[in-house]
């Protein structure tokens, strides 16, 4: 008991202003105290989380003419949990808590949903350093860094720019996996993503859905200019490609929009489709020929 009331005597210290201001001890009934020491209780009363017994309140009031703030911590005896409520004019915000220690060896940070965040800060500098903040996932006995999450900050001009990095460890190497820029472009085997989404290895998926802002059907349209097959072939033999698809070259330089190389084929099966008919058209006037001629 002595351990935890010292602990929390040298935690509400901390929040002590340098500045001279009178300083009231409370006990949880709220009556000021005249110790110059902190003042800790057993007395049953309701404090956070439903809690009627065994809670041991520091209560720290920093008062001047004008104000009256302070900050309260409260101890549960059994569950070892923190709580803090800070005080404005004597009115009390909604209780913070932070749980240090369950018997299920759960650590938990709790805030009401609209009472704030938990933030992480670090003071901007000067050099190129793109991480600033690292969230890290740490095994201690085994003295290993597994996983981490890490701010990516760029600059502070316009009210800032900031990422995400991920990383997981591989042989003991950590590797930054996934990217998301300040503009939101995500990257995944990619630190500098230039797009929405680059990925740096095999997608694999059931079921990819692309927009189009058009379709192939315009080559079965009666204004349709369908390419002479004399012009096909000498396009061939120059290019070393069909009209309208892109060469190796191109592919292996640029790679290829999957929606417009869709687009593209249908346009070549279509038009091939138009070739057959016209084939079969030439085949079954040449029979109906044979025929008369015999």
Do not use: C
């Not at 999450?149 to 995400?164: M, Q, T, V």
């Amino acid at each position: 008991m002595k351990t935890k009331i010292t602990s929390f005597a040298l935690l509400a210290s901390s929040f002590i202003f340098a500045q001279t201001l009178n300083t009231q001890i409370r006990d949880n009934a709220g009556s000021p105290t005249t110790q110059s020491g902190f003042y800790q209780t057993e007395n049953p009363v309701n404090y956070p989380n439903g809690a009627t017994s065994f809670w041991h309140l520091l209560d720290v009031r920093h008062t001047n003419p004008d104000n009256n703030y302070g900050m309260q911590f409260s101890g549960s005896f059994f569950d070892q949990e923190l709580w803090f409520r800070k005080t404005n004019n004597n009115a009390a915000t909604s209780w913070s808590k932070v749980i240090l220690q369950k018997p299920s060896g759960l650590v938990e940070i709790f805030n009401n949903a609209t009472s704030g965040h938990l933030r992480l800060s670090a003071n901007d500098i000067t050099s190129a350093d793109m991480s600033r903040i690292d969230l890290d996932f740490h095994i201690s006995n085994k003295n290993q860094t597994i996983a981490r999450i890490a701010s990516r900050y760029e600059n502070s001009n316009n009210g800032g720019y900031g990422g995400l990095r991920f990383l997981t460890s591989n042989a003991g190497q950590l590797a930054e996996r996934l990217t998301i820029t300040p503009s939101g472009k995500v990257g995944i085997g990619y630190v500098y993503p230039q797009n929405e989404l680059d990925v740096n290895g095999t997608v694999h998926a059931k079921e990819i859905k692309v927009d189009l802002t058009g379709w192939a059907d315009y080559v079965f349209k009666a204004d349709y200019k369908l390419p002479s097959l004399e012009d096909v072939e000498k396009h061939i033999k120059e290019k070393g490609h069909l009209p309208n698809i892109p060469s190796e070259k191109e592919v292996l330089q640029n790679g290829i929009n999957v929606g417009d190389n869709q687009r593209l084929l249908l346009q070549k099966i279509e038009e091939l489709t138009l070739y057959v008919i016209e084939q079969q058209k030439k085949i079954e006037t040449l029979e109906q020929q044979i025929k008369i001629s015999k």
